[in-house]
């Protein structure tokens, strides 16, 4: 420290005891307490701190870091909470003509915000540091004592998500949100478990560095501050204690509350190239596939452009955007199209017509982002932090939902909108103003990003497609599995989560395609068919329709900290899957993604769910035995098993159907015991034409002797053993159908 700021310091008592907080009435879970160097540490009301001495930092570019009582005329107050608001502390002092605000406000939740406010002329502020674990003490992160598993988060939505066991000798970095995770083994339950998460409307880039210590920064790149540009602010909440998932999720949200949707789009189907006859072709195959309230949309998917910035049709989709969108919409389905907005190649004319509306670094010529023949060779990014552009994009949303009829925009490569602003915004803040604009443009249509930078694009999308690309092929599921299930808590938070491709034909075995299937179904996020439908048998048709429509369910993994598959750049995913489906109802998976047969086991009493459950195999429609507290399946390679667990009852009941993957939910309603006529009945909805069964429970002295549906048709109950009955209707006279059973 300079020996003026010492001075300064000492008079102000800064280097003395912490100042005691001024009572208030209610007392938080958790509060900040500041020390003589103005350090912070995250305290509960009883125990340990979960966080202790942290030293929030701010570098300006090309200067060292500066620590909070290393500031300028630094003065620090407490904050008393307004109505509804939180108490804490505000430090203020000044660095080079900036000046900088700290505000630790107690929550909930806990949340550290800076900002950064020029007070004359343009500087350049790079970074700011909330955290350094290496000087400080983050509960449960002590490399020689081990123990922690970190969920390492991607920084776009195609970038992988993993689960790191950290002993301090690990290498990664993480983007927006991190959990500190805890083994059975790990530190008692004084050390919490964490989140961390940066906000979506930051002017930095979320980071979390892990090395020998857990570095937490907000990277801002070149950011001017100044009199005439606005304060660049960024803000941590760190969250201990409970499920540190449930706190990202919370943390992550709102979400704009659509529904996820089903829908196929030509991929692996036109491999060839997209073309107007292939597309019309899958949207006939569709339509004899499922009604439209299952699978809803259609996709225009990447190849009908004449460039990547002219979005109009090329020849090999000669009747145009709206003769297309007319004939789906006649169909029954809602129409999408894809789009890469933010790219404009050569032949798009946008280079040539604005080349100030290109990414460039400052004196340098415009970037060229990719280069890629099918999109027009030389690819260039556009500066969405200019006016401009962002006008061009929200016109250009507008016009394909009013003017073209698509009901669905597939934004793709968004993470081209992050680059340099010569205005001096940063990326984030560039981005987030094209994103916004796309999004008024778009008006009630529904955005869906692919290939995006997560942090910043919550509120702005009403779905995130949070793989990487889904190929044809069982090791290309992996990835897609790991990080769908890793970024299960963020479904109907910050957005629906988006699966990417549902392929269930060849190259993948119907094993393999049973297995995404599964992931896909009870996630209940969208996912997009992309076989070509008139190409597929009888049995992978099926398992198609068992994932559609999709199922109102968020599936969550029970095996996060499982040391048999999680690590940094591990080749697996998380083997079980639990999804709430009533008050005394559940769906489990059990999936091996290794080349061997597995034995796998779980403890459901573990995670909450404990006394007997009835099991029906969802994929081989049969009973199992009865499970209680700990469930163990054998599985092939590639292999899954799905369970329909329900608690038993002392009357027949239905324990599963052939409809849905998902039991319970999609297909039957309003299932009623009459004990005084020995009736069983219920309505099984959403039926296809295709032959539907019903699987029941039998107690001990049930046994079934007549089954009627309405509309009449012939239905049949047959006792399979002596613990089930099933009940069939071979050709189901219409989309739904109440049905009973006499016992």
Request: net charge negative.
């Amino acid at each position: 420290m300079r020996r003026r700021d010492l001075l300064g310091a000492l008079a102000a008592g800064l280097l003395g005891p912490a100042l005691p907080r001024p009572r208030r009435r209610a007392q938080p879970d958790w509060r900040f307490e500041l020390d003589g160097r103005l350090r912070w540490s995250l305290v509960p009301r009883a125990g340990a701190p979960a966080v202790a001495r942290a030293e929030v930092a701010v570098r300006l570019e090309g200067a060292d870091w500066t620590e909070l009582a290393a500031l300028d005329r630094v003065r620090r107050f407490a904050v008393e909470p307004a109505r509804g608001g939180s108490a804490g502390w505000q430090v203020v002092g000044i660095l080079e003509g900036v000046e900088v605000t700290a505000a630790f406000l107690d929550g909930p939740p806990p949340t550290i915000t800076v900002t950064a406010r020029g007070l004359g002329d343009d500087r350049p502020v790079a970074a700011i540091r909330f955290l350094d674990s290496g000087p400080a003490r983050v509960a449960g992160l002590s490399p020689a004592r081990g123990g922690a598993r970190l969920l390492v988060n991607g920084e776009r939505s195609a970038s992988d998500c993993v689960v790191v066991p950290w002993d301090g000798t690990v290498e990664a970095t993480g983007f927006w949100q991190l959990a500190v995770l805890r083994e059975s083994d790990a530190p008692a339950a004084s050390e919490p478990q964490l989140a961390l998460a940066f906000a979506a409307d930051d002017a930095g880039e979320g980071t979390f560095r892990l090395g020998d210590a857990l570095v937490v920064e907000s990277v801002l790149g070149r950011r001017l501050v100044g009199m005439t540009r606005s304060p660049a602010t960024a803000t941590l909440a760190v969250v201990p204690g409970g499920d540190p998932l449930d706190a990202l999720a919370r943390l992550a949200g709102p979400s704009s509350g659509r529904k996820a949707l089903a829908g196929w789009t030509p991929g692996t189907a036109a491999a060839g190239g997209a073309t107007e006859d292939a597309l019309l072709a899958g949207l006939e195959a569709a339509r004899r596939l499922a009604d439209p309230q299952a699978l809803r949309v259609i996709v225009v998917g990447d190849g009908f452009q004449r460039s990547a910035g002219d979005w109009e049709t090329n020849e090999r989709f000669p009747h145009g955007h709206r003769w297309l969108t007319d004939r789906i919409h006649a169909a029954g389905f809602q129409a999408g199209l894809w789009l890469a907005p933010f790219a404009a190649a050569e032949p798009s004319g946008i280079p040539v017509a604005h080349p100030e509306w290109l990414q460039r670094a400052p004196g340098s010529a415009p970037r060229v982002a990719t280069r890629r023949d099918d999109w027009g060779g030389a690819v260039y990014a556009l500066d969405a932090a200019q006016p401009a552009v962002q006008d061009y994009l929200r016109e250009l949303a507008r016009h394909v939902v009013n003017v073209w009829g698509y009901d669905l925009l597939e934004l793709g490569a968004l993470g081209l909108g992050w680059g340099a602003a010569p205005a001096g915004a940063s990326a984030a803040e560039a981005y987030r103003a094209g994103l916004r604009a796309l999004r008024e443009g778009a008006g009630d249509a529904f955005v869906l990003g692919a290939d995006a930078p997560l942090q910043h694009s919550g509120g702005l999308v009403d779905a995130m497609r949070v793989v990487p690309g889904v190929a044809a092929a069982f090791d290309g599921l992996v990835p897609a599995a790991r990080n769908l299930l890793l970024r299960a808590h963020l479904d109907g938070a910050a957005w629906v989560n988006d699966g990417g491709a549902a392929p269930v034909g060849a190259p993948m075995s119907a094993t393999e395609a049973r297995a995404w299937a599964s992931v896909v179904a009870l996630c209940g996020v969208s996912a997009l068919a992309t076989d070509a439908l008139d190409g597929l048998d009888e049995e992978r048709l099926g398992i198609l329709r068992r994932i559609m429509p999709v199922a109102p369910v968020r599936g969550r993994p029970l095996d996060l900290a499982a040391e048999d598959w999680a690590g940094f750049l591990g080749d697996s995913a998380p083997a079980w899957l639990l999804a709430a489906v009533a008050d005394d109802w559940w769906m489990l998976a059990g999936v091996n993604w290794d080349d061997e047969p597995r034995r796998l086991s779980i403890s459901l009493a573990d995670h909450g769910l404990r006394g007997p459950l009835a099991a029906w195999d969802v994929w081989e429609g049969a009973r199992r035995a009865d499970v209680d507290g700990r469930v163990t399946l054998d599985l092939p390679p590639h292999g899954a098993t799905v369970l329909s667990l329900r608690r038993p009852r002392r009357f027949p009941y239905v324990l599963g159907s052939s409809r849905h993957v998902v039991q319970g939910l999609m297909d039957l309603e309003d299932e009623q015991w009459d004990a005084r006529l020995g009736v069983l009945s219920g309505r099984a909805v959403l039926l296809d034409g295709q032959p539907y069964e019903i699987a029941l429970a039998l107690p001990p002295g049930f046994v079934p002797s007549a089954a009627s549906c309405d509309p009449a048709a012939d239905v049949t109950v047959e006792v399979v053993d002596r613990r089930s009955a099933r009940v069939r209707l071979a050709n189901p006279p219409a989309a739904a159908v109440d049905w009973s059973v006499v016992f």
